[in-house]
Structures are given as C-alpha cells and as structure tokens.
C-alpha cells in the first residue's frame, strides 16, 4: 500500500513580499504602535483573516480586506504579517 505524504510549508513574510492576486491568511500585526494596530483593526485586519495584495502603487499598496478596499503605506505593509 502507497501513502501519499503532504507536508504544509509556513511560509513567513510581510505583505511587502507578497504576490499581486494572491490571497493570504493574515498571521500577525507586528507593531509596537497601539494606533497603528487599532486601525488596522478597524479595517478587518487581523490575525487570520485574508487579505489579497490588489497592487503596488508608488503611494503603496491596494489591499482587499474582506468586502472592501484599501490603499496603505509601506509602513502598515511591512507591520502584516502573512
């Protein structure tokens, strides 16, 4: 009898890496700034949630977080954890 083995790779980046079109799973706001980890609270941005990276601007970057969308700086980018 042959089993399959599947193996589930953790892959730990910021959404500054991440692929324009790809749906990711939130895994951590990494931020000492209360203010800054309560908007992105507001937004729907937390810990498990799935946020697709929509666009690089020179501005920053488009976000889909739940039903909507948003255009954060490189600074709220570099704080998601995906």
């Not at 042959?2 to 079109?21: C, F, K």
């Not at 706001?29 to 601007?57: M, N």
């Amino acid at each position: 009898m042959l089993t399959a083995r599947m193996t589930r790779q953790v892959i730990d980046m910021t959404l500054l890496e991440a692929q324009e079109g790809t749906e990711y799973i939130v895994s951590a706001i990494d931020t000492e700034d209360e203010e800054l980890d309560a908007f992105l609270f507001s937004l729907g941005c937390y810990s498990g949630q799935p946020i697709t990276l929509v666009a690089r601007r020179a501005g920053g970057y488009v976000v889909s977080i739940k039903d909507g969308r948003y255009n954060i700086d490189r600074q709220l980018a570099a704080a998601i954890r995906i």
